[in-house]
Nanobody, 123 residues
Framework: QVRLVESGGGSLQAGGSLSLSCAAS????????MSWFRQVPGKEREGVAY???????NYANSVKGRFTISRDKAQNTLYLQMNTLKPEDTAMYYC?????????????????WGQGTQVTVSS
């Protein structure tokens, strides 16, 4: 079992920056892939970025060049640095983890989820 707790959400104006954190506990040594997803009411959960244990990253086109995912394996913490935020980035942001050695931006591929942290960007 892997437990995930997100923090760092908040409200800010467009153009600003925000950093999200996700603290992992439990059977963390088995985790291969950690990701960030986001969801707005009435829409499907959207993959934002993932990072593998060796450090390979992948981003959704909508956040490339603005968001950076990183992982502190010693501290079992995942981060998402979000710059140049836009109103369309407003969503609940979720941390996800998976032990299988395959990463994707599809929510169905992840078994472990946090409760989410809200990010609201105003124009």
């Amino acid at each position: 079992q892997v437990r995930l707790v997100e923090s760092g959400g908040g409200s800010l104006q467009a153009g600003g920056s925000l950093s999200l954190s996700c603290a992992a506990s439990g059977y963390t040594s088995s985790v291969y892939c950690m990701s960030w997803f986001r969801q707005v009411p009435g829409k499907e959960r959207e993959g934002v970025a993932y990072i593998t244990t060796p450090g390979t990253t992948n981003y959704a086109n909508s956040v490339k060049g603005r968001f950076t995912i990183s992982r502190d394996k010693a501290q079992n913490t995942l981060y998402l640095q979000m710059n140049t935020l836009k109103p369309e980035d407003t969503a609940m942001y979720y941390c996800a983890a998976e032990t299988r050695d395959f990463c994707s931006l599809r929510s169905d591929d992840y078994r472990y989820w946090g409760q989410g942290t809200q990010v609201t960007v105003s124009s």
